[in-house]
């Protein structure tokens, strides 16, 4: 079955509203088309970053513009014409329904079988090209699929569940974590397969569950409080996933605003709420560009945190690091100090293992490059303004030193915590965490802060076992360490001071968490 009479009325697509108008009627239905959405913003993608031209003359293919301001602010949108939806929606319904004959695989009691979604799985992955980079941009969407093969890890995933749609399955929906994408399927999604790589080495997974990957604790598979989607929320990965990079210094405005103005839409109809990296992906957006009438990105960023403690048991690291970021850009230390120290509470809980690089890459630029350059910054500048003999320590915009970070015994606390939640990540994990080039660095923020700034913090041990397990633990107080209690670092009262606010930082919008150039398994 193709385009029905009333999706086709919405083409020709010409313009950033005409997108949001299709996706607004597509998200009306139970089942909005899958297929047909990502074409299309795979498509807008491709003209827009990938072969960013203005052609003329060429039948087929037309853009409007639009200039208010001059040549040097002109944004253009690409024609996307009926028939070439068509033809393309057409191509990749028909692939699917000929490559898998749904009456070899009977459903078990109305729900879809592992061996069908295994087959399901394997008609993409056999589709796709046998060599290329796996996370180069742009290769997320379906349009990326039909017409040049190549698909990223999460767009295998993504094309799998789009094809069990077109067979009317229902039930498969696609289960997401902070870094990785897999299938759940049977009754309220209890049944879970692997459909794509992460990494290396995962390709002989497709097929199996994840248990194996909740049970060990590891970061990549969330402790089982990971997303399960439906249809409105795969939409919204979709729209998550567009990258308006054009290269590594320049993004497409127009993508970056028809990103903004789908997810306000994702938003206002509820479909955020259970979506914490959704949220927080929107309040950059709002950084960069606010919309009149909308909540701040600092508002966002705290909804993407209380999303996650409700639907998540608190599970996930990224919206406190995106916090965290926020503060960072904005120059506020002490509170992205909190946000870093509230992250490393959360990974205190997982185990590491080999397969969640991501989040170790994440920590360690956090430890080893941010908060050193950060506390080095403001210790160069008192240093500066000590040796001019001023009264009052001033930083290089002008701002009173004398209750920056490293004044702060609260700020310290929090860098003790964050330091603390890192080495008890390491405690029971298979896979080492810290080498000497953290201590190092460890040491160098240390030192900074003046001595009576860290005599006002105590360090506090909660012990979380019985009472009458003290006298077993009092034997070998290092077991006693590893096995029960927790340190807790708290301030004692600072004084009150003024807030430190140095000019706002103008920076680029951080790429996703996920940006590495590695070559793809070969199918198979």
């Not at 974590?177 to 049977?186: K, L, M, Q, T």
């Amino acid at each position: 079955m193709g385009l029905k009479s009333a999706q086709a009325a919405f083409f020709p697509i010409c313009s950033i509203d005409d997108v949001v108008k299709l996706f607004g009627f597509e998200l009306e239905r139970n089942e909005p088309d899958l297929t047909l959405l990502s074409l299309v913003l795979g498509f807008v993608e491709h003209f827009l970053a990938v072969n960013r031209v203005v052609p003329i003359n060429v039948p087929g293919y037309s853009f409007d513009g639009s200039s208010e301001q001059g040549d040097e602010s002109r944004t253009c949108f690409p024609h996307v014409d009926l028939l070439q939806i068509r033809a393309l929606h057409a191509r990749f319904t028909t692939m699917i329904r000929g490559a898998v004959d749904r009456s070899l695989y009977p459903h078990k009691e109305g729900y879809s079988s592992r061996e069908l979604v295994k087959k399901v799985s394997d008609v993409i992955w056999n589709s796709l090209s046998r060599s290329y980079f796996k996370d180069r941009a742009h290769i997320q969407s379906l349009f990326s699929f039909i017409t040049g093969t190549k698909l990223d890890s999460s767009g295998v995933a993504f094309a799998v569940v789009a094809a069990c749609q077109v067979l009317g399955l229902r039930d498969v929906h696609l289960g997401l974590s902070e870094d990785h994408a897999w299938v759940i399927f049977g009754q309220n999604g209890e049944e879970t397969a692997e459909v794509t790589w992460h990494g290396k080495g995962n390709e002989d997974r497709r097929g199996q569950t994840v248990t194996a990957g909740v049970a060990e604790r590891s970061w990549l598979y969330l402790k089982g409080s990971y997303l399960k989607c439906d249809r409105k929320m795969e939409v919204a990965l979709m729209v998550c996933a567009i990258n308006p990079s054009i290269d590594h210094h320049t993004d497409s405005v127009e993508l970056l605003q028809l990103q903004q103005h789908l997810l306000w839409l994702l938003y206002d109809l509820g479909h955020l709420k259970k979506y914490p990296m959704a949220l927080g992906n929107l309040a950059d957006l709002e950084e960069l560009e606010p919309m009149p009438g909308r909540p701040d990105p600092l508002a966002l960023f705290h909804e993407a945190i209380a999303s996650a403690k409700i639907y998540y048991n608190n599970e996930h690291i990224y919206p406190y690091v995106y916090l965290a970021s926020y503060f960072w850009r904005n120059r506020n230390v002490k509170d992205a100090l909190v946000s870093w120290g509230d992250a490393a509470t959360v990974i205190q809980d997982y185990n590491y293992c080999r397969e969640d690089e991501e989040i170790y890459k994440e920590f360690f630029d956090i430890a080893n490059d941010i908060i050193p350059n950060i506390i080095k910054e403001m210790a160069s500048a008192i240093e500066a303004s000590e040796e001019h003999g001023d009264g009052e320590a001033e930083g290089q915009h002008g701002s009173p030193l004398s209750n920056t970070a490293l004044q702060d015994p609260e700020s310290f606390a929090q860098l003790l915590r964050f330091y603390d939640g890192i080495c008890k990540w390491e405690e029971g994990s298979s896979t080492p965490v810290l080498h000497v080039g953290w201590a190092t660095f460890l040491v160098q923020s240390i030192s900074k802060f003046d001595g009576q700034v860290r005599h006002q913090v105590s360090i506090i041990v909660k012990d979380t076992e019985s009472n009458e397990d003290e006298d077993q633990h009092s034997d070998d107080s290092r077991e006693a360490r590893r096995r029960g209690p927790r340190r807790e670092s708290k301030a004692e009262e600072p004084p009150l001071a003024k807030k430190f606010q140095p000019e706002k930082l103008v920076e680029r919008r951080r790429s996703a968490p996920s940006q590495r150039a590695a070559p793809s398994p070969t199918p198979g």
